[in-house]
């Protein structure tokens, strides 16, 4: 193995660190402390409530993966990754990074278990299958939305650039989250009239207009879109079949469902975050990642017909399908 193959692979083998570098660095508020400008550990342990000399070997972990950089005087800035940290910038990925460091960890150690004995690694660590894991606690389940919608708002203008959403007149976001898409395609369709649809204690208090329910049981009938934003992925091929034979007892003729989803490249390393985010299905859910060629499969089997892929600048795919 030549020394840069070598250095790669310990690099890869010490993932787990920058996890948790980043991680650290949101729940203690580093970033957020850091926004006015450059300090040193000292000045930040005692608002942060950490001890100076941990504080400082993180924060120079932090230079090394370049979320901050070191000022020369023993002080530390963001750079314009670590802004990304920061709570309520545009971009923020502060809960993103949250949900790998604190939700998902643990279960990834369960991977090797999921290969060996097709067991679902974060059911095993938390006793609960995972959304039902999440709606046991508030907290829990606001950080995973709030990880969705930073990635949704990655998204979604990528979504309504790629696909004219000006026609429609009534939206369903199935299984909609914050409903960040959503928003998105009302204000390509001013006057719309839209609805969040989602479990009941994901759409209380939301400012959308909102239905909560079940989509393995009923969504609202009758609009012209129905919007399935990263949803079919978090389920295997049955449910999946469900959630769309559901959308599709809910369409009119006429009416388009859209399905937002990255689709899996006939090479992996074409696209490296749609074969991650398989990863990370095997190990949360009972879900994956899909060619277009099996979501084309999918929807036939509901009696839906996909009338076109549609890619975006974002990574993801609209694939736009009609009652057949
Ligand atoms: N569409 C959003 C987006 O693109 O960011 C959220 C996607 S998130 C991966 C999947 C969503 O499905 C969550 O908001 C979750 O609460 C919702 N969900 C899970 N089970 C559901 C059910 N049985 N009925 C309705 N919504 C459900």
Redesign the pocket.
């Known amino acids: 193995m030549s020394g840069s193959a070598a250095d790669r692979l310990a690099r890869q083998a010490d993932g787990y660190l920058v996890t948790q570098l980043l991680h650290t660095a949101v729940v203690l508020g580093v970033p957020d402390a850091l926004a006015g400008g450059p300090r040193d550990a000292v000045d930040l342990a005692g608002e942060l409530g950490a001890r100076p000399g941990p504080l400082h070997r993180v924060l120079r972990g932090l230079a090394a993966e370049e979320v901050l950089a070191e000022t020369g005087d023993g002080r530390f800035a963001l750079t314009d990754t670590g802004r990304l940290l920061c709570a309520g910038v545009p971009g923020s990925l502060r809960d993103w990074v949250a949900t790998r460091g604190g939700l998902y960890f643990g279960a990834a150690a369960g991977l090797p278990a999921a290969v060996r004995d097709g067991s679902t690694p974060y059911e095993t660590v938390h006793g609960l299958p995972f959304?039902a894991h999440?709606?046991a606690d508030p907290a829990r389940l606001a950080t995973?939305?709030a990880a969705?919608?930073d990635?949704?708002a990655r998204?979604a203008g990528a979504v309504v650039a790629a696909y004219d959403a000006g026609g429609f007149s009534s939206v369903v976001?199935?299984?909609?989250?914050?409903g960040?898409?959503l928003r998105a395609v009302r204000e390509r369709a001013p006057g719309a009239d839209v609805v969040l649809?989602?479990?009941p204690e994901?759409v209380a208090g939301s400012d959308l207009p909102a239905a909560g329910?079940?989509?393995?049981?009923a969504v609202p009938a009758g609009a012209d879109a129905y919007?399935?934003?990263?949803?079919l992925?978090?389920w295997d091929d049955g449910d999946a079949l469900r959630v769309l034979r559901t959308c599709r007892a809910a369409m009119r003729p006429d009416s388009v469902l859209l399905v937002?989803e990255a689709v899996l490249p006939e090479r992996a390393a074409d696209d490296a975050a749609a074969v991650r985010m398989d990863l990370h299905m095997l190990l949360l859910l009972h879900g994956c990642e899909r060619t277009a060629t099996e979501y084309a499969a999918l929807c036939a089997a509901a009696g839906l017909r996909l009338t076109r892929d549609v890619p975006t600048d974002a990574g993801v795919h609209v694939l736009e399908a009609r009652p057949a």
């Open positions: 959304f999440l709606s995973f939305q969705m919608a990635r949704s998204e976001d199935v299984g909609g989250g914050r960040t898409l649809f989602d479990l994901v329910g079940d989509f393995f049981t919007l399935l934003s990263r949803v992925h978090d937002v």
